[in-house]
């Protein structure tokens, strides 16, 4: 379900946590994606997943980090949009066919601009996590908010 509510910048807390809605990774989009973008063999064939390091098909990192920014701004609609600066990434768990995906954004530093009044500088910590609550990728992005339509 998507948050149709927008979220003031203003309002947002140190510490603040989102939560979003859930979805399942299907192994045909997996497949799907993986052949466009990421077109490794444990990416787009079960037999040669099963033979590597995964032991099992498994999605590209892409694909994760794409479904995770996918609910991470469903779920965290702020006024006026972010606009990405620079991001860590880091995959702590395949993500494998049938997995239920969520994840959970926090507001982890707040900075406001000195030199344009407008502008708010916010920290996030999004963790993707699958139906055992095993963390599969940390995303920790530096955006760029608005506190009026810039």
Not at 89 to 99: A, C, I, S
Not at 143 to 150: D, I, Q, R, S, T
Request: contains cysteine; glycine residues 4%.
């Amino acid at each position: 379900m998507e948050n149709t509510s927008k979220i003031n910048v203003m309002d947002l807390k140190i510490g603040q946590s989102f939560l979003s809605d859930k979805t399942e990774m299907k192994k045909e989009n997996m497949i799907e994606f993986a052949k466009e973008f990421d077109p490794q063999p444990f990416h787009v064939d079960e037999e040669a997943g099963k033979d590597s390091f995964f032991r099992t098909l498994a999605a590209s990192g892409w694909h994760s980090a794409g479904v995770t920014m996918n609910l991470m701004i469903n779920s965290f609609p702020i006024e006026h949009g972010i606009v990405g600066s620079n991001i860590e990434l880091k995959w702590t768990k395949p993500v494998v066919p049938g997995d239920i995906l969520q994840v959970k954004t926090t507001v982890t530093d707040i900075y406001q601009s000195t030199s344009k009044p407008n502008n708010v500088f916010l920290t996030l910590k999004t963790e993707t996590f699958n139906q055992d609550k095993e963390i599969c990728q940390i995303l920790v992005s530096h955006v760029l908010a608005f506190k009026e339509k810039p």
